[in-house]
């Protein structure tokens, strides 16, 4: 019996002794991932997992404790790389301070994964596709299985599929809330917010951001916070609340050029002429985009710069400049895969075109745009395309096939459950109906489309009730 208690007791104390070794260890390792994620974190890229192996690394070099300290602490990364023996942890390492993928003979999910959502930022949708695509070889745990429908969203978002993009990011959120991954978790909010302003769905885009703001913030994560601030801009100046908006995208250039981060920079310079044309400041938005230089400057910032150019050039009246600069633009986002961008700029030159009264070159353009568009997994922007060929039919007095045209439109974006598209749809329908003679069927898709606009567009609502009185 006595042996019996000493050996209860012995065990006890063992599993007491084992139980704070691994506290320990969890702590060293929560320490060396807390001091990691602050100086990784102002670097070009990001990832909670990576980190995390990062930390397990350090953990085990007890040795040299005090000099990888001092490597982390002055951030010399080369160093710690000589370091790391293992080439694909340096590769990781690699991509998140310097963000460019090393080439390497053994790959995992989590590597495949992180070059993705690299590619993914830089607009670079094709290889941040095939990227996704080699995640098909590996099990994905469930950490990894959130940032593979994070990555999925943006690659859904960049085609115009504002629905597929809403359900994986949504996925993906709920992932990095289990997984207590607070930057993805930001990520997340911030990938959201943007498919929520594409959407026309303001009040919610304004609730994503803000919630990814306060998380980026309680990170010190000054380049995503800027780009946040820029994104809410943006969003202030759809809402027509300019002062905020002007606020927003003065702060987030400020951050970006204490950084010395010309390109996002441009970026904002960008996003800020949007603003003054938003609001019929298009001699403003001439002299912010002068700010841009355009040396050094990558293709997606230079199609952005131009983008806005040719919408100067349109809101000037200035058609045959804002063809030649929306054409441009969209044969730069044509080569980095990003087709959504691309298929605005060529409505931008069907509508510059309509406005020329080259009505058959605009048809030319819109049905290209549609059936390149039915390529991919778009849904708006053939709606939006299909609206201005209803008009155009319609103009001709074509009515019958502006009607067909017109539900076309409205079924993608019921498809979308885009509401201010789906408004829109049906009030031209109403003037298709109008104009056959058919006055109760054209106050029927009045009414319809003013129970989509009163909540989302006040001048718009306004518009559609003048109609219907």
Same mark, same amino acid.
């Given at each position: 019996m006595?042996y019996?208690?000493?050996?209860s007791?012995?065990v006890?104390?063992? =599993?007491?002794?084992?139980?704070?070794?691994?506290?320990?260890? &969890?702590l060293?390792? +929560?320490?060396?991932?807390s001091?990691?994620?602050?100086?990784?974190?102002?670097?070009?890229?990001f990832?909670?997992?990576?980190?995390k192996?990062?930390?397990d690394?350090?953990?085990?070099?007890?040795?040299?404790?005090q000099?990888?300290s001092?490597?982390?602490?002055?951030k010399?990364?080369?160093?710690?790389?000589?370091?790391i023996?293992?080439?694909?942890?340096?590769?990781?390492? @690699?991509l998140?301070t310097? =963000?460019?993928?090393m080439p390497v003979?053994?790959?995992?999910?989590?590597?495949?994964?992180?070059?993705?959502e690299?590619?993914?930022?830089? =607009?670079q949708?094709?290889?941040a596709? %095939?990227?996704?695509?080699?995640t098909?070889d590996?099990?994905?745990?469930?950490?990894?299985?959130?940032?593979? *429908?994070?990555?999925t969203a943006?690659?859904a978002?960049?085609? =115009?599929?504002?629905?597929?993009a809403?359900v994986?990011? +949504?996925? +993906?959120?709920?992932?990095?809330?289990r997984?207590n991954w607070w930057?993805?978790?930001?990520?997340a909010?911030?990938?959201?917010g943007?498919?929520?302003?594409v959407a026309?769905?303001?009040?919610? !885009?304004?609730?994503?951001?803000?919630?990814?703001?306060?998380?980026?913030?309680?990170?010190?994560?000054?380049?995503?916070?800027?780009?946040?601030?820029?994104?809410?801009?943006?969003?202030?100046?759809?809402r027509?609340r300019f002062?905020?908006?002007?606020d927003?995208?003065d702060?987030a250039?400020?951050?970006?050029? #204490?950084?010395?981060?010309c390109?996002?920079?441009c970026?904002? @310079?960008?996003q800020? $002429?949007?603003?003054?044309?938003?609001?019929g400041e #298009?001699?403003t938005?001439?002299?912010?985009l002068?700010?841009?230089?355009?040396?050094?400057? #990558?293709?997606?910032?230079?199609?952005f710069?131009?983008?806005?150019a %040719?919408?100067?050039?349109?809101?000037?009246?200035k058609?045959?400049? *804002?063809i030649?600069k929306?054409?441009? &633009?969209?044969?730069?986002y044509?080569?980095? @895969?990003?087709?959504? &961008? +691309?298929?605005?700029?060529?409505y931008?030159?069907?509508?510059?075109?309509f406005y020329?009264q080259?009505?058959?070159?605009?048809?030319i353009?819109?049905?290209?745009?549609?059936?390149?568009?039915s390529?991919?997994?778009?849904?708006? @922007?053939?709606?939006? !395309?299909?609206?201005?060929l209803?008009?155009?039919?319609?103009?001709?007095?074509?009515?019958?096939? &502006?009607?067909?045209v017109f539900?076309?439109?409205l079924?993608h974006?019921? #498809?979308?459950?885009?509401?201010?598209g789906?408004?829109?749809?049906? *009030?031209?329908l109403?003037?298709?109906?109008?104009k056959?003679?058919?006055?109760?069927?054209?106050?029927?898709?009045?009414? *319809? $489309?003013?129970?989509?606009?009163?909540?989302?567009?006040e001048?718009?609502?306004?518009?559609?009730?003048?109609?219907?009185?």
């Open positions: 006595q019996l208690i000493l050996i007791v012995t006890f104390f063992i =599993g007491v002794v084992a139980a704070v070794i691994i506290k320990m260890m &969890a060293r390792r +929560a320490a060396w991932q001091i990691l994620s602050r100086k990784i974190i102002s670097g070009a890229f990832s909670t997992p990576a980190v192996q990062l930390a690394f350090m953990n085990r070099q007890r040795h040299k404790k000099f990888l001092a490597i982390i602490d002055t010399d990364f080369k160093s710690l790389m000589r370091e023996k293992d080439p694909l942890l340096k590769a990781k390492l @690699h998140m310097e =963000g460019v993928a003979k053994k790959n995992d999910a989590l590597y495949c994964l992180m070059q993705g690299l590619f993914g930022q830089k =607009g949708y094709d290889n596709l %095939a990227a996704l695509n080699k098909a590996f099990k994905l745990n469930t950490g990894y299985q959130g940032l593979k *429908a994070l990555l943006r690659i978002l960049s085609e =115009g599929d504002l629905q597929a809403s994986e990011a +949504a996925a +993906a959120l709920k992932i990095f809330r997984q930057f993805e978790e930001a990520a909010y911030f990938l959201q943007l498919i929520y302003r026309g769905i303001f009040d919610t !885009a304004e609730v994503m951001l803000r919630s990814a703001l306060r998380l980026y913030q309680s990170l010190t994560a000054d380049k995503y916070e800027a780009e946040t601030l820029a994104a809410l801009g943006l969003l202030m100046a759809l027509e002062d905020e908006a002007d927003y995208l702060k250039a400020k951050i970006f050029a #204490s950084a010395e981060d390109e996002n920079l970026f904002v @310079h960008s800020q $002429a949007l603003t003054f044309l938003q609001r #298009s001699k938005a001439r002299q912010v002068r700010k841009n230089k355009t040396r050094n400057q #990558s293709e997606a910032a230079s199609a710069a131009e983008e806005v %040719a919408r100067t050039e349109f809101a000037d009246k058609w045959q400049k *804002a030649v929306a054409t441009g &633009a969209a044969d730069k044509l080569r980095l @895969h990003n087709f959504s &961008a +691309a298929f605005e700029c060529l931008l030159v069907a509508e510059a075109l020329q080259k009505v058959s070159d605009a048809e353009v819109l049905r290209r745009l549609i059936r390149k568009a390529c991919y997994r778009s849904c708006f @922007h053939i709606a939006n !395309a299909y609206t201005l209803g008009l155009i039919l319609l103009r001709q007095d074509n009515i019958k096939q &502006a009607r067909g539900n076309q439109a079924k974006e019921l #498809s979308d459950e885009r509401d201010i789906i408004a829109v749809d049906y *009030a031209n109403a003037l298709a109906e109008k056959c003679g058919n006055l109760s069927a054209a106050r029927k898709n009045l009414e *319809a $489309a003013l129970a989509y606009a009163q909540t989302i567009d001048d718009l609502y306004n518009r559609i009730k003048t109609m219907l009185d």
